[in-house]
């Protein structure tokens, strides 16, 4: 996604579930968040390819530990990328599953 493209949201369009459409969710409110999501492409033993957070404005000096907002080890997944988003805007840590 180009970061400086607008975000459109359409209330009529049929929920899409596919993982392009979810990956695609999660990057959009990353976008929304001024943050980047990064997926690394590399799989061996103990590492799977997922994704790492990165807040930009954080970065202007490079990377380092504090630019970074999640999946340290590139481990996490769309749907966990959306949840840490949610979590920053509402300001909850979850202990568990919402009853």
Same mark, same amino acid.
């Given at each position: 996604?180009?970061a400086s493209s607008p975000i459109v ?11 392009? %459409? +979810?990956? +695609?969710?999660?990057?959009? %409110? ?5 943050w980047q999501m990064v997926r690394s ?9 997922? &994704? ?5 404005? &954080?970065?202007?000096? !490079?990377?380092?530990?504090? %630019? ?22 509402? !300001? ?8």
């Amino acid at each position: 996604m180009n970061a400086s493209s607008p975000i459109v949201l359409s209330w009529s369009t049929k929920f899409d579930w596919s993982d392009a %459409a +979810q990956e +695609q969710r999660a990057c959009d %409110a990353c976008a929304c968040l001024g943050w980047q999501m990064v997926r690394s492409n590399l799989e061996d033993d103990g590492h799977w390819g997922g &994704y790492q957070v990165r807040i930009r404005a &954080y970065m202007t000096d !490079g990377l380092h530990d504090g %630019a970074i907002v999640g999946g340290f080890g590139f481990e996490l997944w769309p749907h966990e990328v959306l949840q840490l988003a949610r979590d920053h805007i509402t !300001g909850w840590e979850r202990e568990g599953p919402i009853d």
